[in-house]
């Protein structure tokens, strides 16, 4: 798999670090720790005069997609009574992804240990395995901040994060230490220094320990800014803020996240933000000078009652060209993805499948979402239209 993005975790910062509900963004302090920086995976200039990032909707683990995962395990003779396979569930959308300078994946469940339990709605838990096929088909790190974080405390957290370590992913969003916490994710794409931030409105009544703050983000615009500021403050050129945010099942974006989506878009700080949560597919727009794509909608995700747009999505590409004051957003993309409930369920891009009735109808309904407030009028496009 080639992958040019790979992550750098820089800038440890000192006593004054990021925790939920910080307003301002911390000093940095003499007694720093030294940046630690993977070597890249492929030689790229220092500089490139472009890259781009592709993000994609919720990753969410039904158990029917647990049990396609197991049977596609077995067809391959990797069958067992704790053995899955995700990868031909997601391999629809593998060149897409694969081929991002940048790809990032929203994962909104837990992860176990290897060997479980797992389990469905509403306290989700899913096999590890996904971490690996997650890495398999091209992502280089996810958001993990959703209103699911917390379903199995802090070893839910803890397990998710270990999972996505084996397999090479990074992360942000939840943290098993303070000083994790602390560390913002920058990401070395083929030369230029990238932030991810993740943020959530909530975590479905479950609470952050009192001694522990810092286990995953709630949504406070003034504690995103501080994260965005402090990931420019470790050498980040642009930064991305992933917000899980909005109303389930309804597409327009809501008055909070457009205020919200204001404030973000006024800073200096932040370059892009990328919505999930409403499990349906949502516009996208700029907001200033600032690109918002709403709600990405569903990337996997097998609900107990399909509703036919919770199988929609999008991915979102964008490319970001340097300039003499900075980067900037030269080509906003969006490319409908859609679960087909098969059987076999199957992940599919819809810029480059074989029509059928159900995905034209898909494709065509997408459109109409996505460029409802205006995208079209400052670039937005889709592959193929």
Same mark, same amino acid.
């Given at each position: ?8 975790? =820089? ?25 630690? *920086?993977?070597? @890249? *995976? ?5 500089? !490139? !005069? ?15 997609? *647990?049990?396609?995962?197991? /049977? ?13 396979? %995700? ?7 593998? @060149? ?7 790809? =990032?994946? #929203? ?10 339990? %797992?389990?469905? %709605? ?6 590890p395995e996904l971490a690996g096929d997650l890495a398999d088909t091209g992502y280089d790190g996810c958001s993990t901040a959703s209103n699911h974080t917390l379903d199995h405390g802090t070893e839910g957290v803890a397990s998710t994060l270990d999972a996505l370590d084996e397999a090479g992913i990074e992360h942000t969003g939840s943290a098993r230490s303070k000083e994790e916490a602390e560390t913002p994710l920058v990401y070395d794409v083929g030369g230029v220094a990238v932030g991810h931030v993740s943020y ?18 709630? =949504?406070?615009? &003034? ?20 917000? #899980?945010?909005?109303?389930? %099942? ?26 999930? #949560? ?24 097998? #609900? ?6 919770? /199988? ?12 003499? &004051? ?27 499948? /074989? ?7 898909? =494709? ?22």
């Amino acid at each position: 798999m080639s992958r040019r993005a790979v992550a750098a975790v =820089l800038g440890v910062l000192g006593t004054a670090g990021l925790v939920a509900g910080c307003s301002s963004a911390p000093e940095p302090g003499p007694d720093e720790a030294a940046a630690r *920086t993977a070597e @890249p *995976t492929a030689t790229s200039p220092a500089e !490139p !005069p472009s890259f781009n990032v592709v993000a994609t909707g919720d990753i969410l683990i039904h158990p029917e997609l *647990t049990d396609q995962a197991a /049977e596609d395990a077995a067809a391959a003779g990797n069958g067992g009574p704790d053995e899955f396979d %995700y990868g031909p569930l997601l391999a629809g959308v593998k @060149p897409l992804v694969s081929e991002a300078d940048l790809a =990032l994946c #929203h994962l909104e469940v837990p992860l176990a240990e290897d060997g479980g339990p %797992y389990s469905g %709605y509403p306290q989700f838990i899913a096999p590890p395995e996904l971490a690996g096929d997650l890495a398999d088909t091209g992502y280089d790190g996810c958001s993990t901040a959703s209103n699911h974080t917390l379903d199995h405390g802090t070893e839910g957290v803890a397990s998710t994060l270990d999972a996505l370590d084996e397999a090479g992913i990074e992360h942000t969003g939840s943290a098993r230490s303070k000083e994790e916490a602390e560390t913002p994710l920058v990401y070395d794409v083929g030369g230029v220094a990238v932030g991810h931030v993740s943020y959530t409105f909530g975590f479905n009544g479950f609470e952050l320990p009192d001694d522990m703050p810092w286990l995953s983000n709630p =949504l406070d615009a &003034d504690a995103l800014v501080a994260e965005a500021e402090a990931a420019r403050e470790a050498g980040a050129e642009v930064v991305i803020a992933s917000v #899980h945010w909005g109303q389930e %099942y309804v597409h327009e974006p809501t008055p909070q996240q457009r205020a919200l989506a204001e404030r973000l878009a006024s800073e200096d700080a932040i370059d892009l933000v990328i919505g999930h #949560h409403a499990h349906v597919v949502q516009p996208i727009e700029k907001v200033g000078d600032t690109w918002v794509a709403w709600g990405l909608g569903n990337s996997v995700a097998r #609900h107990a009652e399909p509703r036919g747009v919770s /199988e929609e999505g999008i991915a979102a590409r964008f490319t970001f060209v340097r300039e003499d &004051d900075g980067w900037s957003v030269e080509q906003a993309e969006y490319l409908p993805t859609l679960v087909e409930l098969g059987p076999p369920i199957r992940l599919v891009d819809l810029t480059t499948a /074989e029509p059928t009735e159900r995905r034209t109808q898909a =494709l065509e309904r997408t459109d109409e979402i996505v460029l409802s407030r205006g995208g079209a009028e400052d670039g937005l496009t889709r592959p193929g239209n």
